[in-house]
């Protein structure tokens, strides 16, 4: 986990409310990605970034949204909490080398929010 | 659509014995395959890559086939031990995802001493 940090590591918000998680690395690495963990579902990306301002979606990306202001820091913010969305977030991130960059990706120690 | 398929079932196996984890896709031709460690309540560790243009792979009591006809890579742990029990992930990824990986849901190892 060292370099990348989550925070808060825990929360529990009600539904209908907004909830911002943060994501900070401090390897100055380029892409940074965003994954909720589900039993069953295993890893899913929702959503990643390859720079400063630049995002894209994965492929649970309804209900969710990102922000990227810093090379260091990648926000997730869920506008309107669902019960659909406890589930265990991680942020990742990986170096971008050239073409053939193979992204071995380093995580968090991710961020467990309930929805009640 | 793309699919990843490792051992639904846990793997439990006595020390000292080689232990041998599948991930299975179908629909998908990766560039690479990499492999990852998760621990209970952490995030997953990095391991091995192997490439499509490469068989095997190996560190230390860890080897890695990947084998893009049968579209299989196998992971092996030999000379297993009570702190190799984790859940071990597959991810495959391509040169025109731009990082994005596509995850197999894991299998847990149990080593028992």
């Known amino acids: 986990d060292a370099g990348i940090t989550q925070s808060p590591r825990h929360k529990v918000t009600e539904t209908g409310t907004p909830v911002t998680l943060r994501c900070h690395q401090t390897e100055n690495h380029r892409y940074m990605y965003w994954y909720r963990q589900d039993p069953g579902h295993g890893l899913r990306l929702i959503h990643y970034?390859?720079?400063?301002?630049?995002?894209d979606k994965g492929e649970v990306s309804d209900g969710y949204s990102v922000s990227r202001s810093k090379t260091e820091d990648f926000l997730l913010t869920l506008e309107s909490a669902t019960s659909s969305q406890t589930s265990v977030y991680f942020c990742?991130?990986?170096?971008?080398?050239?073409?053939?960059?193979?992204?071995?990706?380093?995580f968090g120690p991710g961020t467990r929010l309930t929805v009640t | 659509s793309q699919k990843i398929e490792q051992n639904s079932e846990a793997l439990n196996i006595q020390e000292g014995k080689t232990a041998t984890l599948t991930c299975n896709y179908t629909n998908y031709s990766p560039a690479y395959l990499q492999w990852y460690r998760q621990d209970p309540g952490r995030g997953p560790v990095f391991l091995l890559l192997i490439r499509e243009n490469e068989k095997e792979k190996r560190k230390e009591r860890l080897k890695v086939t990947f084998d893009t006809t049968l579209k299989q890579s196998l992971f092996h742990i030999t000379a297993s031990q009570p702190a190799d029990s984790a859940t071990y992930l597959c991810a495959l990824g391509s040169f025109n995802q731009g990082g994005k990986l596509i995850f197999g849901q894991g299998t847990e190892l149990s080593v028992k001493p």
């Open positions: 990742a991130i990986s170096s971008s080398g050239n073409s053939g960059s193979t992204h071995e990706q380093y």
């Open positions: 970034s390859y720079g400063v301002k630049d995002t």
